[in-house]
């Protein structure tokens, strides 16, 4: 098996918020706390752009290399995850990572900083898996019940894609060949129909 | 005189015995995770695959990854 992947079709995502709503609802994530969320790009805008945005399990993960205390592990399909019980809730990972991953409960009215959590790839963490444990620090566990992440699979649009790498380069693949790719799959002739809709234009498509 | 040497020299020994009483500071080791393959111990466990057979999870997630999220294989 490759790594698992997260991949968010740009095309295709409809800022529905869905995938932030499933896995808030799957993990039981606090208030405050959003281990994923969707980016807009020129909000407003014709041809405004939205991805969904959550840890993306980096190769590298600067996190990983930042973490005073060595809580991050990997797994071996490549899922990052970290332990709670080793973690300080110093935040060197949050200042690290590129995507704003890493989450700090706050609570109390001094804002009391809590443990880091992030998204788990729906992996849980180093407690059992599937027990209460590990539902309680972490989420729910759907790889060991060989499932994938709530987020993707809830995505109306299919436009978050997670799994193993490999799959999901395959189903990217398809989608690009098959609709085409750049300025003609958007506009008025792709919402409204035209001749030349989803149908990819001569030559220069990968 | 004779007593403050002694004095000093009961310093020294003090201080390199404290120092070699020095607890190690290494950091911990990670807590290993159990293989996502070996399956849940819950009843949401997906059926169509072996717990424990880390090849038959494998399929059955990129089977599930390709009738979940690739539409094009239905329509097309």
């Known amino acids: 098996m490759a790594r698992m992947k997260f991949v968010c079709d740009a095309e295709r995502c409809i800022e529905c918020n869905g995938c932030v709503t499933a896995c808030k609802n799957e993990h039981e994530v606090p208030w405050g706390v959003n281990r994923r969320r969707v980016v807009t790009l020129n ?22 290399a930042v973490c005073p205390v060595n809580c991050f592990y990997r797994t071996d399909e490549g899922v990052v995850l970290h332990d709670k019980d080793i973690c300080i809730g110093c935040g060197y990972c949050s200042y690290a990572c590129p995507f704003g991953a890493p989450q700090f409960p706050t609570n109390g009215a001094f804002g009391l900083r809590g443990k880091m959590d992030k998204c788990t790839f729906c992996a849980g963490g180093p407690e059992v898996n599937g027990s209460q444990a590990e539902f309680e620090k972490y989420g729910r566990n759907r790889l060991a019940e060989g499932k994938l992440p709530s987020c993707a699979e809830m995505c109306s649009t299919k436009a978050l894609l997670a799994g193993d ?19 003609e799959v958007w506009g008025w002739g792709t919402a409204y129909g035209s001749k030349q809709a989803g149908q990819p234009s001569a030559g220069a498509k990968s | 005189m004779k007593r403050a040497g002694k004095l000093l020299a009961g310093m020294v020994v003090f201080a390199g015995l404290v ?51 690739n539409e094009y294989s239905k329509t097309n």
Request: a positive charge; hydrophobic letters at 30%; charged letters at 25%.
């Open chain 1, 165 to 183: 790498g490999d799959v999901v380069a395959d189903i990217f693949r398809n989608r690009v060949v098959q609709r085409g790719k750049g300025a």
């Open chain 1, 43 to 64: 909000d407003g805008v014709p041809g405004e752009k939205s991805i969904s945005v959550a840890c993306m399990h980096c190769s590298d993960a600067p996190c990983m």
């Open chain 2, 19 to 69: 120092a070699c009483g020095e607890k190690p500071q290494t950091l911990g080791v990670n807590k290993s995770d159990i293989s996502a393959y070996q399956g849940a111990q819950n009843q949401f466990v997906a059926p169509g695959w072996k717990v424990g057979d880390k090849t038959s999870w494998e399929q059955g997630l990129k089977t599930r990854a390709k009738n979940s999220q």
